[in-house]
Structure formats: structure tokens, C-alpha cells
T-cell receptor, first 109, second 117 residues
């Protein structure tokens, strides 16, 4: 599975959109992009995933560039409860995920 | 559906003792995964089962570690002769057979925090 690069930390004002970038320049054509988040002392929580097309669900939107070398997770209206570590993962088997160290997002009141 | 359940939530043990953790996956999920997470790091894959078959093991899973899923339902992870370096959060996850489609994502439990003193 390809590796990902994420900024170690980001801040976002409450109520504003949080845009979390992820670089996956070595992604192959059949690898999916998954996003999970982990709130302190809890297990990771699935957010969204996609292959080529942009995706949206009740939690977030996932924007994948046309060349698939990068993606952005968008939390449209960040709340204090969105403060967490966000992990971007690419996989083509789903057998195991390489989480890396993720992006620590702090939502500021 | 109560999600993935892990027991105990916390375990403190003395070095050299054996410990066993239990994971109850979401019913009907045929895949079950174990991960380990140390402070400040993301979860690291240990092993996964498809039904009762253990299909993949990480190099992190030393010979002191053993995992079982005897009837394809709950799973246990045992650590023999614990060392201080085993102190970590042990996470279990389950999923349907992965296809990349929606509803085949993995759901994680709250983890078991092990402290070896």
C-alpha cells in the first residue's frame, strides 16, 4: 500500500470549514483513499473513503485530485467535538491499514 | 448492534506475566483485525482473521503473541511473558469482507490499554 504525508497539526475556528490535506503521490490505480479520525483515548472512527470520484456523506466531503496524487478531507462546519487526530490511509486490499501519525486538528472556540 | 466490544478496557500486569484480551466483533462481520498503538503514534497492524482463519501476521507479532478466533466470532489476543515494551493500547476492529464498497469499512473498538510494570 502506498504511504501518505499529512501535516502534523492544524487549527480551525469553530463553525468554519476544516480542510485537511493528504499527499499520496505513489498511489496506484486500484488503491482507495480512506479517512479515519481518533478522538483522545478512543478507537479510530471511520469518516469516508473514495477511489476516484469525490465523495460526500453526513460527516464530511472527500476531494480527490484528478491525478489522484492528493486528497482533501473537508469538515464543512467544524465543532469542538471534531478535535481529533485525522488519518489518511491508502489501501488496495483492506487487509491492513498503515495509519502513520496523522494530522492533529484543534478546533478553536 | 452494540459495535465492537473489547475487554478489559484497562489491564495492569507485572513483567513476565501472561495476559489475554478479548474482542467481540460486530455480528455478521467475518473479518477481525488486531492493531497496537503506542503513545503519539498511529495504530500499527498486528494480524487479521477471515472467519476463523488467521490470514496475515505482522512482523510486530513476535512469538510471545498469539491470536485466535476459534469459531469465527470473538477473538482473543494473548501475550506471554510480558515486557515493558508491550505497554500499549490494543485495538480490535471488524468488517465485512472488504471490497472497497461502502459498508465494508472497518469499525474499531475502544481498545484495551495494557500497562506492564
Amino acid at each position: 500500500d502506498a504511504k501518505t504525508t499529512q501535516p502534523p497539526s492544524m487549527d480551525c475556528a469553530e463553525g468554519r470549514a476544516a480542510n485537511l490535506p493528504c499527499n499520496h503521490s505513489t498511489i496506484s490505480g486500484n488503491e482507495y483513499v480512506y479517512w479515519y479520525r481518533q478522538i483522545h483515548s478512543q478507537g479510530p472512527q471511520y469518516i469516508i473513503h473514495g477511489l476516484k470520484n469525490n465523495e460526500t456523506n453526513e460527516m464530511a466531503s472527500l476531494i480527490i485530485t484528478e491525478d489522484r496524487k492528493s486528497s482533501t478531507l473537508i469538515l464543512p462546519h467544524a465543532t469542538l467535538r471534531d478535535t481529533a487526530v485525522y488519518y489518511c490511509i491508502v489501501t488496495y486490499t483492506g487487509n491492513q491499514f498503515y495509519f502513520g501519525t496523522g494530522t492533529s486538528l484543534t478546533v478553536i472556540p | 448492534d452494540t459495535g465492537v466490544s473489547q475487554n478489559p478496557r484497562h489491564k495492569i500486569t507485572k513483567r513476565g506475566q501472561n495476559v489475554t484480551f478479548r474482542c467481540d466483533p460486530i455480528s455478521e462481520h467475518n473479518r477481525l483485525y488486531w492493531y497496537r498503538q503506542t503513545l503519539g503514534q498511529g495504530p500499527e497492524f498486528l494480524t487479521y482473521f477471515q472467519n476463523e482463519a488467521q490470514l496475515e501476521k505482522s512482523r510486530l507479532l513476535s512469538d510471545r503473541f498469539s491470536a485466535e478466533r476459534p469459531k469465527g466470532s470473538f477473538s482473543t489476543l494473548e501475550i506471554q511473558r510480558t515486557e515493558q515494551g508491550d505497554s500499549a493500547m490494543y485495538l480490535c476492529a471488524s468488517s465485512l469482507l472488504w471490497t472497497g464498497a461502502k459498508n465494508t469499512e472497518a469499525f474499531f473498538g475502544q481498545g484495551t490499554r495494557l500497562t506492564v510494570v
